[in-house]
Antibody, heavy 125, light 110 residues
Framework: QVQLVQSGAEVKKPGASVKVSCKAS????????IHWVRQAPGQGLDWMGW????????KYAQNFQGRVTMTLDTSISTAYMEVSGLRSDDTAVYYC??????????????????WGQGALVTVSS | QSVLTQPPSASGTPGQRVTISCSGN????????VTWYQQLPGTAPKLLIY???QRPSGVPDRFSGSQSGTSASLAISGLQSEDEADYYC???????????FGGGTKLTVL
């Protein structure tokens, strides 16, 4: 079965960086986009961007450009999302999600069919 | 401020039918199909409805979606206590070349 298992909770100081991992299993990792979505405490969902595990191409949401980097290690079917220059308002749960693919195509505009369990990042001095 | 607009809350009694609206614009809902996610307390979002009105395996047919113009809605019939959750609409936005979400609707089963 498809599973996305994320790394554990982190506590960071303002200005630091954090790298969250998302390990995929149960499907061909390079065949599906990985998206990252953030949820601040008590708030809604905020899309951060996607990475194509086949090509390594990335697209970041405007709000996160310049501070977010998405990478891969295809040898272990794992995607990473790093946020630099952390601020207190980066305190949130960070989710990875798999983008759906049809039999014939994949596109970042296709919905998310599986989600990781989330990783809480707390930014506090 | 979310790009898609949802009511912050909705409620109903067991057995009732409840609808949750989602409003967008030409670049998102009017040009792409809406997806709905259910987030039970303390858990990750889960795919509920895709391609307007398709349900993944395991989602009861009490859940249905519709879409017209720049708006979409989620209907839940035969409301049950386990439906108490946050519901989010989402759509691809052609102008932003990315995904946009509604602010979420907290459904309370009275």
């Amino acid at each position: 079965q498809v599973q996305l298992v994320q790394s554990g909770a982190e506590v960071k100081k303002p200005g630091a960086s954090v790298k969250v991992s998302c390990k995929a299993s149960g499907y061909s990792f390079t065949g599906y986009y990985i998206h990252w979505v953030r949820q601040a405490p008590g708030q809604g969902l905020d899309w951060m961007g996607w990475i194509n595990p086949k090509s390594g191409d990335t697209k970041y949401a405007q709000n996160f450009q310049g501070r977010v980097t998405m990478t891969l290690d295809t040898s272990i079917s794992t995607a990473y999302m790093e946020v630099s220059g952390l601020r207190s308002d980066d305190t949130a749960v960070y989710y990875c999600a798999r983008g759906y693919c049809s039999r014939s195509s994949c596109h970042p505009a296709y919905y998310f069919d599986y989600w990781g369990q989330g990783a809480l990042v707390t930014v506090s001095s | 401020q979310s790009v898609l607009t949802q009511p912050p809350s909705a409620s109903g009694t067991p057995g009732q039918r409840v609808t949750i609206s989602c409003s967008g614009n030409y670049f998102n809902i009017a040009s792409n199909t809406v997806t709905w996610y259910q987030q039970l307390p303390g858990t990750a979002p889960k795919l509920l409805i895709y391609k307007i009105n398709q349900r993944p395996s395991g989602v009861p047919d009490r859940f249905s979606g519709s879409q017209s113009g720049t708006s979409a809605s989620l209907a839940i019939s035969g409301l049950q206590s386990e439906d108490e959750a946050d519901y989010y609409c989402a759509s691809w936005d052609d102008n932003l070349s990315g995904w946009v979400f509604g602010g979420g609707t907290k459904l309370t089963v009275l």
